[in-house]
Nanobody, 124 residues
Framework: QVELVESGGGLVQAGGSLRISCAFS?????????LGWFRQAPGKGREFVAG????????YYTDSLKGRFTISGQNGQNTVYLQMNSLKPEDTAVYYC????????????????WGQGTQVTVSS
């Protein structure tokens, strides 16, 4: 059974950086799943941030965050990272990773498996 566990969230000042992680279980995870990072701010819906698939390896980003956020994950490792630089107060949200058998869709309803989320708070 696939499980996802996020970690690494916290409080950071505007302009700072943070790296959050998503650990996944299952030896064949990368053969069948794509992984997406989403975020949800208070009172808002879940927003696609970035995603990765391994067959072949390809990364995806929402246009507004490209250049500040970087997703990474290597074959043979069971962790995906989201490096977030030049953070802004509007990046404050709970960040979730999720797994989909449909590649890396941007619609959160296409993901069956979700982690518990990690809080990222950016102070001004």
């Amino acid at each position: 059974q696939v499980e996802l566990v996020e970690s690494g969230g916290g409080l950071v000042q505007a302009g700072g950086s943070l790296r959050i992680s998503c650990a996944f279980s299952g030896r064949t995870f990368t053969d069948y799943y794509g992984l997406g990072w989403f975020r949800q701010a208070p009172g808002k819906g879940r927003e696609f941030v970035a995603g990765i698939r391994w067959t072949p390896v390809r990364q995806y980003y929402t246009d507004s965050l490209k250049g500040r956020f970087t997703i990474s994950g290597q074959n043979g490792q069971n962790t995906v990272y989201l490096q977030m630089n030049s953070l802004k107060p509007e990046d404050t949200a709970v960040y979730y990773c999720a797994a989909s058998t449909l590649g890396v869709p941007r619609d959160p309803s296409a993901y069956r498996i979700w982690g518990q989320g990690t809080q990222v708070t950016v102070s001004s």
